[in-house]
């Protein structure tokens, strides 16, 4: 059985930081690629970052570059997501998701989600 579980969530102040991780088990998790993706209340989800099958390819959206960065430790089944001058919009429950292909902003193509964990930026 496939589990993504998201940990690291919480309350922050604006400027401030925290670090997400996604523990995988029950899959080969070195050849997924994977994700990380946001849905804050009444908005649609929306792509944050993704890492390839190594460290050598990250991407991210527009709006958290130069503030988020992603990482993966294989030995360790286990991705991060560094998230730094954390903003009152950065709010969201934040979801990790694993591909084997698709492009990685697109939600469709990820198969296998975790249950998300709540990010809060107070202002």
């Known amino acids: 059985q496939v589990q993504l579980v998201e940990s690291g969530g919480g309350l922050v102040q604006a400027g401030g930081s925290l670090r997400l991780s996604c523990a995988a088990s029950g899959l080969t998790f070195s050849i997924y690629n994977i994700g990380w993706f946001r849905q804050a209340p009444g908005k649609e989800r929306e792509f944050v970052a993704a890492?390839?099958?190594?460290?050598?390819?990250?991407y991210y959206a527009d709006s958290v570059k130069g503030r988020f960065s992603i990482s993966r430790d294989n030995a360790k089944n286990t991705v991060y997501l560094q998230m730094i001058s954390l903003k009152p919009e950065d709010t969201a429950v934040y979801y990790c998701?694993?591909?084997?292909?698709?492009?990685?902003?697109?939600?469709?193509?990820?198969?296998?989600w975790g249950q998300g964990t709540q990010v809060t930026v107070s202002s």
């Open positions: 998701a694993a591909r084997l292909t698709g492009w990685y902003t697109d939600a469709s193509g990820y198969l296998y």
């Open positions: 890492v390839g099958r190594s460290n050598l390819h990250t």
